[in-house]
């Protein structure tokens, strides 16, 4: 079992910056894949962002490339994402999650954190 606690969410300015952290506890995190999903208010929960165990391949969705970056440390067993020119539409409950294998599929992560709530004020 991994446990997936997400932090760093709160109220930022449109143009404005937020880093999440996502800590994971009962097993290391070096052995799963990483990414960060979102869910909007009445919106299916969509990928952002995700990161190879290994470190060497990111990806991520269209509408947050070049803004967004995702990063982990293994030695901290944990996975970040820095927010930069933040958007109104990037409002939503932001998920991590850890999957066996490397998938920008929802259905492919076997576990998730509670999500942290991120607001972006116009």
């Known amino acids: 079992q991994v446990q997936l606690v997400e932090s760093g969410g709160g109220l930022v300015q449109a143009a404005g910056s937020l880093r999440l952290s996502c800590a994971a506890s009962?097993?290391?995190?070096?052995?799963?894949?990483m990414g960060w999903f979102r869910q909007a208010p009445g919106k299916e929960r969509e990928f952002v962002a995700a990161?190879?165990?290994?470190?060497?391949?990111?990806y991520y969705a269209d509408s947050v490339k070049g803004r967004f970056t995702i990063s982990r440390d293994n030695a901290k067993n944990t996975v970040y994402l820095q927010m930069n020119s933040l958007k109104p539409e990037d409002t939503a409950v932001y998920y991590c999650?850890?999957?066996?294998?490397?998938?920008?599929?929802?259905?492919?992560?076997?576990?998730w954190g509670q999500g942290t709530q991120v607001t972006v004020s116009s």
């Open positions: 009962g097993r290391t995190l070096s052995n799963y894949h």
């Open positions: 999650a850890a999957s066996p294998i490397r998938s920008t599929a929802r259905g492919s992560y076997r576990y």
């Open positions: 990161i190879s165990w290994s470190v060497t391949s990111t």
